[in-house]
DNA sequence: CGGAATCCGTTTCGATACTG
DNA sequence: CAGTATCGAAACGGATTCCG
């Protein structure tokens, strides 16, 4: 931490906290990773119910996702250690906050649906 | 349109409604198309403008997302038959709307911000 | 100035195969 | 079952150039 006053950021850590709120806003605005958290919701989910639940979504993006969203605290992973393995996540509290975020979208997707489609079908000029 | 009794849709439309919600999602969860709609906020921007205030964004993605954003009806986009010409950029009504979603996003990001920082230096391991 | 088009390196992503 | 590694294909993204 460098230098500061009371409670008045230094230059320097302001701009460190502008580019890590970048980073954090760019690992999680992010297709994969919103489904992700609202398939998770409030309950606990494996690894293949996921995989399964998450239409689309590929083997790697999904352990590639799990582990981002691991690492930034917004899931846990929780290892049973059973033959065969059985893994479960289940979102934290800061994931839990930003999964109501991503319910106001996915809200706002279906009340605006019809709309976008008639904007589409204007588009064509 | 697929045939349908009463209000009850055919699953062939609940599918391609389906499809797409995910399209549509797919569109608008991306870290460019997010903070641009963030950054025209209530206003009215130029095209440069936006480039200059959304910080890191390349000439080419800014019209890219510009243009999927205004093909979806989340923006308005005006030109000003002048020389040199000016083209300003304002959210409509879906777009302002999806605009409550991204503050909360934003918000969320800052509030988190040092849980997050100290979830990573945890995942050492 | 805004935008389209091109070129080209980088990253993403899916498929596949392999480990514990 | 969950995860890692590898390998092409495809998409992304930046820089540059040209046009209205």
């Known amino acids: 931490m460098t230098q500061q006053i009371a409670g008045i950021p230094a230059d320097a850590d302001i701009s460190r906290a502008d580019s890590l709120a970048r980073e954090i806003f760019s ?17 606990t989910l494996r690894f293949s119910e996921l995989r399964d639940r998450v239409e689309g ?9 799990l582990r981002m969203l691991e690492r930034n605290g917004l899931v846990t992973r929780t290892v049973h250690p059973t ?13 839990q906050a930003l999964r109501a975020t991503v319910d106001l979208m996915c809200e706002w997707t279906q009340y605006y649906l019809s ?11």
Chains 1, 2 share one sequence.
């Open 27 to 43: 690992d999680v605005a992010n297709k994969w990773a919103l489904l992700i958290i609202e398939t998770i919701g409030d309950g």
């Open 57 to 65: 979504i590929s083997h790697k993006m999904l352990t590639q996702n």
């Open 83 to 95: 033959v065969p393995p059985r893994v479960e996540y289940t979102l934290l509290e800061a994931g």
């Open 115 to 125: 709309d976008i489609e008639s904007a589409r079908s204007r588009y064509q000029a």
